[in-house]
């Protein structure tokens, strides 16, 4: 032991200087124990006094500048002086400061010197008096006391310490370097012979010391995590199997095995080399554990579950499967088994195949369902899907063309949707809305296919087409009406007063209907024109009535002066003779006016001017010309200058007797009128351009209709001339017959012609101006048709593309095809299409017989004998299908599985290395490799190499 640790300090002598006060040995107490940490405090002071300052002294001599005075304690200035370590064994006093300088000092005090006591080392981070190499020791346990009861603080001691180790029988050395409160065994201490640890520690308050006795040894030991790695090692017979005789057994044990490690420091389980292996044994355990408790609540009937847990037990590798003791699980799952080779089933679903090519009929190179309406195909496709369910889950994949069940759905909901859609279709609604409602119902029902459209029922056809027809009997209706008001030159009807309110709401009626009807309705409607322009006419007509019935009345008036009855009457007049020939006719009054003209008197002053004779003649020549109808252009035009001329050479005075100028001033105003009407009539007659000339003359029949009577009189001849000279229209002929081509193209929802034919009345169509476009009334059913033919045309290029190469995608393309698109399709190429589309739909018994023959390849989850023959042969026959046939071996992937695990079972035969070979690296390699086979795979190797072990 190191002696020099353990000296202890030399007593310093101390000089006592007794203080000496003047009239007093002691004139300040002071109260509290003489110990270290104890608290005394000035209990006491002089009387009359105020004391404002305080310092606490050592009873010791110290030599300054000043002389010999005591030591003062540092930084004790206050009443009160908690006793420093340093003052142990020391005497102190206080001396007392008053405000005018007076000094009280105390009496000495001695503190009791410090005796100090350390109790024996504890040692942490060891478990049962050992401790492995790596792991570190902590010193703990220490106290350290005053034997005379001073009251030590943790702050004030100051702690050393020393290790040793055992160094023969009771004899210890000390460690070099190990001089902390921690100690770290080394790795090799075992090997150095360090294998008994103890430890001292010294305790030093101030100038006192105290040293500890040795603690307890502590062993350095592998011992622990020795005999856990020795029983870790246990754990396993070899490297695929472990040495479990019952897995609960088994499952104890390491469980016991890993809370002993767990207990370990983390130093000490960084020994315990192999506790991979603890870790393993104690995952596969839980897996095992798992699977048979998966396997006790599982139920025999679902197939599902069962093979789940076959795939998963099939997932064990040897060491894994060494813990299902005696292969109980193993077997247990194996009894549950059915692999699908049953031949029911096949035998339910070569049935079922043909079931569902049987919902297909064949007639006129098209496709249609042998069910003739949607709830009979409904039944149909739900018995047949429910034979499906039926059936195992891997033997419902092998039925096939379920694609036509699929679609038969499709088309059920397709059509459901569109009667559906007649819920719209009210027999109480207007004519007008059952024609628009139709109209949409029409759309829908024309992008059915062929085969949805045969599962309408007529009855809904029907209905289709009576609403389609709806404003029918309006229409001829409304003709006919029309027909009874309308004609070229004059109106077929003669109104009265009586009854010509009832014409004018007749004529608003028909206009109201018409604007009710759809568009192709309205069509169809002949003159509707022409009644607009009765309307209109009856408004004309109607004003000038109400005016020649305000004449008669004013000229049955008495009092009347003969300029307002003459005002009146020319103005009326007027307006007449504004009116067309038609509003005219409309006048019913017009006759009764026209022969009560005003009576006009002329007031001469009494001067009777020399000409009156001539005014009176010209007056006479004027009169004639109240109708104009009895005159020609040219007469009328000639009379009028003549009488114009004969005026003009009246005197002013004579020219009061012509009191029917108006009717000169009128015709004047006709002839001025007609002339230019003619000259419409010129610029048409001079055009050379056919298109033009036809236009110019539709022009000049427009302005004649706006002439006035008397205009349309004089201007007739020539205006009858231009029409009898003009070209004949044989667009007219062509118009007609173009829109009866394009209404005879469709006929029970097909195309009755080609597709040339459509495109050849497209041109037609196409080549006529915007206002004969406008008469082509069944233009919808010919842009509808154009629109089919480029689908089908589209259609036609993958046909031409793919059919040979992919027909799946042509056939695919047709189904969608509605059945107006596919009846443009021509015979031939249709049958080509069903033809190959009724040969993929044939049941495949190559198919069918491979499916069990790969089902074959397994029995109970075992591989058969001669499995190696038996794959290549399936392999060869699937090779040799279409890649249609392919498709219905839904359970190929067993063939691949099958050809995998061939692989890998070879694999490892490759690098086979029999027992008692020299060459121990390869013999390991082959068994790590076989420990890794799942349980088939070890019987297929087994059964394949029975001599390798």
Do not use: C
């Not at 020791?137 to 290790?163: E, P």
């Not at 048979?292 to 025999?300: C, D, G, L, R």
């Not at 056919?690 to 009577?709: C, D, M």
Request: overall charge neutral.
């Amino acid at each position: 032991m190191n002696k020099k640790l353990f000296l202890t300090a030399a007593a310093i002598p101390v000089a006592l200087i007794v203080p000496t006060v003047a009239g007093a040995a002691e004139t300040v107490s002071v109260t509290g124990e003489n110990i270290v940490n104890a608290t005394l405090k000035v209990e006491k002071l002089p009387n009359d006094t105020i004391v404002n300052a305080y310092q606490w002294y050592y009873l010791e001599e110290i030599t300054g500048e000043e002389g010999s005075t005591n030591k003062p304690i540092s930084g004790a200035t206050s009443i009160s002086l908690k006793v420093p370590v340093e003052a142990a064994g020391k005497s102190i006093f206080v001396e007392a400061t008053t405000t005018d300088g007076k000094k009280f000092k105390s009496a000495p005090r001695t503190i009791q010197p410090l005796e100090l006591d350390i109790t024996i080392p504890t040692l942490e981070g060891q478990s049962s008096g050992f401790v492995a190499p790596g792991e570190t020791v902590k010193v703990a346990g220490i106290t350290v006391t005053d034997k005379n009861g001073a009251k030590l603080q943790s702050d004030q001691i100051t702690y050393s310490y020393q290790w040793f180790y055992k160094l023969g029988d009771n004899s210890f050395t000390i460690i070099e370097g190990a001089a902390g409160s921690t100690y770290t065994i080394p790795k090799d201490a075992i090997e150095k012979d360090i294998k008994n640890i103890a430890v001292t520690v010294k305790a030093k308050v101030g100038l006192s010391f105290a040293e500890s006795k040795l603690s307890d040894t502590i062993t350095v030991s592998k011992q622990p995590t020795d005999t856990l790695t020795k029983e870790i090692k246990a754990l396993l017979v070899n490297d695929n199997k472990y040495n479990v005789s019952s897995l609960a057994e088994f499952s104890a044990k390491v469980a016991e095995l890993e809370k002993n490690y767990q207990s370990l420091s983390a130093a000490a389980k960084g020994n315990v080399s192999n506790y991979d292996v603890l870790k393993r044994a104690l995952a596969d355990v839980e897996l095992i554990t798992k699977l048979n408790e998966k396997w006790s609540k599982i139920e025999t009937s679902n197939e599902k579950e069962i093979k789940e847990l076959e795939e998963a037990y099939n997932k064990l590798d040897l060491l894994q499967r060494s813990l299902d003791v005696d292969e109980t699980l193993y077997t247990s799952i194996k009894n549950l088994l059915n692999e699908p080779n049953d031949l029911e089933e096949i035998k339910e679903v070569r049935k079922l195949n043909q079931a569902i090519i049987n919902l297909l009929s064949y007639e006129n190179s098209l496709v249609k369902y042998v069910a003739s309406d949607v709830d009979s195909l409904q039944a149909s496709v739900k018995t047949i899907e429910a034979d499906i369910e039926k059936l195992s889950q891997s033997y419902r994949a092998a039925v096939q063309n379920q694609a036509i069940l699929s679609e038969a759905k499709s088309d059920i909901k397709k059509v459901e949707q569109f009667i559906k859609s007649f819920d719209k279709l009210a027999t109480n609604s207007t004519p007008n809305k059952q024609v628009t409602t139709a109209k949409s119902i029409r759309t829908a029902y024309e992008k059915l296919t062929y085969k949805q459209l045969k599962l309408v029922p007529d009855v809904y056809v029907q209905r289709l087409t009576t609403a389609e027809r709806a404003e029918e009997s309006q229409i001829i209706n409304l003709n006919n009406v029309i027909d009874s008001y309308i004609s070229d030159d004059v109106y077929p009807f003669n109104p009265s007063a009586g009854s010509w309110q009832s014409h004018v709401n007749n004529v608003n009626q028909m206009i109201k209907e018409y604007k009710s009807l759809t568009k192709a309705s309205a069509a169809q409607i002949i003159g509707y024109d022409s009644l607009v322009t009765l309307q209109k006419d009856l408004k004309a007509a109607e004003k000038v009535i109400k005016d020649m019935d305000a004449y008669q009345k004013l000229s049955a008036t008495t009092g009347v002066t003969e300029s307002k009855l003459n005002s009146s009457y020319t103005s009326t007049l007027k307006a007449y003779n504004n009116l067309t020939n038609l509003q005219q006719s409309l006048v019913y009054n017009a006759e009764e006016f026209l022969l009560n003209t005003p009576k006009i008197s002329v007031d001469g002053n009494g001067k009777v001017p020399t000409d009156k004779a001539a005014a009176e003649a010209l007056k006479a020549d004027i009169a004639k010309f109240a109708d104009v109808t009895k005159y020609s252009f040219n007469q009328l035009e000639t009379a009028v200058n003549t009488a114009s001329d004969s005026y003009k050479k009246l005197s002013s005075a004579a020219r009061k007797y012509v009191t029917n100028y108006y009717l000169l001033t009128a015709a004047n105003k006709d002839i001025t009128g007609v002339k230019s009407f003619y000259k419409k009539i010129q610029t048409a007659r001079e055009e050379t351009d056919a298109a033009k000339k036809a236009k110019k003359i539709e022009t000049v029949q427009k302005a004649y209709a706006k002439l006035p009577a008397n205009q349309q009189h004089l201007a007739k001849e020539q205006y009858e001339a231009l029409l009898k000279n003009q070209n004949i229209d044989e667009n007219a002929s062509k118009i007609t017959q173009l829109n009866n081509d394009i209404a005879t193209i469709v006929s029970n929802n097909l195309y009755v012609v080609t597709i040339e034919r459509i495109k050849n009345l497209s041109t037609q169509y196409s080549s006529l101006s915007s206002s004969e476009k406008k008469l082509i009334t069944n233009y919808d059913i010919l842009k509808t048709a154009l629109a089919d033919v480029k689908k089908v045309e589209s259609f036609m290029k993958t046909y031409e593309k793919s059919f040979a190469s992919n027909p799946s995608t042509v056939i695919k393309a047709y189904e969608k095809l509605t059945s107006k698109q596919v009846s443009l399709i021509d015979a031939g190429t249709r049958q080509l299409i069903i033809d190959k589309q009724k040969g993929q739909q044939q049941t495949n018994e190559n198919a069918l017989s491979l499916i069990e023959s790969i089902n074959s390849l397994l029995v109970k989850g075992e591989y058969i004998n001669g499995l190696q023959e038996k794959v290549s042969e399936i392999r060869k026959a699937y090779d040799a299908l279409s890649d249609a046939d392919k498709k219905v071996v839904k359970n190929y992937s067993k063939l691949t599985q099958a050809e995998g695990d061939l692989k890998k079972v070879e694999e490892v035969h490759a690098i086979y290395e029999p027992a008692g070979s020299s060459n121990d690296a390869a013999r390991k390699a082959w068994q790590t490799a076989y420990g890794k086979l799942s349980k088939r795979l070890e019987l297929l190797y087994t059964n394949m190499y029975p001599t390798e072990q």
